[in-house]
């Protein structure tokens, strides 16, 4: 898949975006705004746009680190706990810390995140059958017991109402003023970027790495922060979207390869792309009424991961 194809993809779904909404908005209107349209605009339709960019291109890059570096296809935030400690982390910085700012709550977030992964990928070390199936069910059980704790503390302390909120990704609240802590995301895509190389020896394994000068631990310690600061501060400032990190970085891969380089740039662009084609199905099947990313994604998404199984047993992958 060409790189224009996706940018003309990506340009395309973002100006249906800005126009699809129950206020009325046209791109006739663009150079003729009322006050009103004006506040729509800039205050709902063009934050909303950036927040899912943003979001479906970081957890796609995520996704992507947390395969590279465990050497399995089946693995990204959702499978691997990230999420779920994330979850975890938010509720806490919400018991401990009640007038808690935003940037509080995603360093807690992140902390938990971070220590979420790294005890998933010291599990994957102590692990000899690392079937590619077996693994990623590792990780749903991890976080599923992550998750089980946050659900007691949460009916605990009466707050299981706001944890709810953080299991359901959502755009239709994002607004200007409430979303810009994604925008810690961009400078670690970059850094991402600059790192790719590395990660993509350091996914050969521990041994390979070290022959050819390269300090293993450093490098996966860096995707592990990545992976753990870009989740939090998604999951705070949107919520949980389900499978994305993980069949996006496989759809890629099937046709561009392993090399991360080489994959990055296609794997951001396709997953902004993927997440506002289900935005905008999600805004315009009952409309005027709106259907949650997260359902929209994950429908969509499994029926794709479902795919992905049957494409590796039929090709012995």
Same mark, same amino acid.
């Given at each position: 898949?060409?790189?224009?194809?996706?940018?003309?993809?990506?340009?395309?779904?973002?100006?249906?975006?800005?126009?699809?909404?129950?206020?009325d908005l046209s791109p006739l209107d663009i150079f003729n705004l009322t006050e009103a349209q004006q506040q729509v605009l800039l205050v709902s339709r063009i934050p909303r746009l950036f927040s899912i960019i943003i979001a479906g291109m970081s957890m796609s890059i995520v996704g992507l680190i947390m395969q590279q570096l465990s050497r399995n296809k089946f693995v990204s935030p959702t499978t691997a706990g990230t999420l779920d400690s994330a979850r975890l982390g938010i509720l806490v910085s919400m018991m401990i810390f009640t007038a808690a700012s935003p940037l509080q709550k995603m360093f807690v977030s992140f902390i938990f995140a971070l220590l979420g992964t790294f005890i998933f990928m010291k599990i994957l070390e102590k692990i000899k059958f690392k079937d590619a199936i077996f693994i990623?069910?590792?990780?749903?059980?991890?976080?599923?017991?992550?998750?089980?704790?946050?659900?007691?503390?949460?009916?605990?302390?009466?707050?299981?109402?706001?944890?709810?909120?953080?299991?359901?990704?959502?755009?239709?609240?994002?607004?200007?003023?409430?979303?810009?802590?994604?925008?810690?995301?961009?400078?670690?895509?970059?850094?991402?970027?600059?790192?790719?190389?590395?990660?993509?020896?350091?996914?050969?394994?521990?041994?390979?790495?070290?022959?050819?000068? /390269?300090?293993?631990?450093?490098?996966?310690? $860096? *995707? =592990?922060? +990545?992976?753990?600061? &870009? %989740?939090?501060?998604?999951? /705070?400032?949107?919520?949980?979207?389900?499978? $994305? *990190? =993980?069949? +996006?970085?496989?759809? &890629? %891969?099937?046709y561009q390869g392993d090399h991360l380089k080489k994959t990055l740039l296609h794997t951001a662009l396709l997953g902004a792309v993927f997440v506002m084609f289900c935005d905008v199905i999600g805004r315009v099947i009952i409309y005027p009424y709106e259907i949650p990313i997260s359902l929209t994604v994950g429908v969509i998404g499994s029926g794709i991961f479902i795919y992905l199984l049957l494409r590796r047993k039929k090709y012995g992958l």
């Open positions: 898949m060409k790189i224009r194809y996706l940018i003309l993809a990506l340009v395309v779904l973002s100006g249906s975006s800005v126009f699809i909404g129950v206020s990623p069910l590792i990780g749903l059980m991890f976080g599923n017991i992550i998750s089980s704790i946050s659900t007691f503390f949460a009916y605990q302390n009466d707050l299981i109402q706001n944890m709810s909120s953080w299991m359901q990704g959502d755009f239709s609240m994002i607004m200007s003023g409430n979303y810009e802590l994604m925008f810690v995301s961009v400078p670690l895509l970059f850094l991402a970027y600059f790192y790719a190389n590395k990660f993509t020896i350091a996914g050969m394994g521990e041994d390979f790495s070290k022959n050819l000068g /390269l300090n293993y631990r450093q490098v996966v310690n $860096l *995707g =592990l922060v +990545i992976s753990a600061l &870009v %989740t939090a501060s998604v999951v /705070l400032s949107v919520g949980v979207i389900p499978f $994305l *990190g =993980l069949i +996006i970085p496989n759809i &890629v %891969t099937i």
